[in-house]
């Protein structure tokens, strides 16, 4: 049993290199990491909601021998960040995806690497 002290998950994913790390996306736009190895309930990992509402989705990366693994997360006011865990969470916002209205009923999309 893992504890959650934010507003429900949103999106689950295990890390290929390391299979006992969990993470976990929450409603509230935090990010947790787990060790399911320890007997531990709390993260190892936490951010607080540094997505502005709902963590749509998150996957682990594996960036090569000098990077590592990386998360990659999306929200959804639309940053995608990528995550780097060797100390603690230290996030890069990698791009903003951006919806864009034409008319009343045409909705187009656009990835802004700002």
């Not at 000098?66 to 780097?84: F, I, L, Y």
């Not at 890069?92 to 034409?102: H, P, V």
Request: charged share 25%; with cysteine.
């Amino acid at each position: 049993m893992l504890r959650v002290s934010h507003s429900g998950v949103s999106c689950l994913d295990f890390s290929e290199t390391n299979p006992s790390l969990l993470a976990a996306g929450f409603n509230d736009g935090a990010v947790a990491i787990y060790d399911i190895r320890t007997r531990s309930e709390d993260p190892i990992f936490e951010t607080s909601k540094y997505h502005t509402g709902t963590v749509w989705d998150l996957h682990w990366v594996n960036r090569g021998k000098e990077v590592g693994e990386r998360m990659q997360t999306v929200g959804v006011e639309g940053k995608v960040n990528s995550w780097a865990i060797k100390k603690g969470l230290e996030v890069t916002e990698i791009m903003r995806l951006k919806r864009t209205a034409r008319g009343s009923e045409q909705i187009d999309s656009m990835v802004s690497r700002d």
